[in-house]
Nanobody, 125 residues
């Protein structure tokens, strides 16, 4: 079982920045595809960004493209989400997810069997 844990959430003013971190267990972390998702109150969970194990290819939701950056450090079993120019619409619980099979980079939540508990991000307007 892959353990996933997020950190770095908090309260920030609109226009500000936050950096989320995520660690995943397992000596085969370099072969995991990793994703970030978010869920706002009263809304369904939605895809934010993903990064592949191979070549570090990235995928972003249109709503965050150009503002958020996903990256990974395999030596630390970690993936990061740098969030800039935050707006109130970015307020949500952010979840990190791991796909240990690492077949195709996907925006679909059911392709990620391992999830963290989530971290709250609040951007005040």
């Amino acid at each position: 079982q892959v353990q996933v844990e997020e950190s770095g959430g908090g309260l920030v003013q609109a226009g500000g920045s936050l950096r989320l971190s995520c660690t995943a267990s397992g000596h085969t972390f370099p072969s995991y595809n990793m994703g970030w998702f978010r869920q706002a109150p009263g809304k369904e969970r939605e895809f934010v960004a993903a990064i592949s194990w191979h070549l570090g290819r990235t995928l972003y939701a249109d709503s965050v493209k150009g503002r958020f950056t996903i990256s990974r450090d395999n030596s630390k079993n970690s993936v990061y989400l740098q969030m800039d120019s935050l707006t109130a619409e970015d307020t949500a619980v952010y979840y990190c997810a791991a796909d240990p099979l690492g077949v195709d980079l996907s925006p679909l939540s059911h392709h990620y069997p391992n999830w963290g508990q989530g971290t709250q991000v609040t951007a005040s307007s």
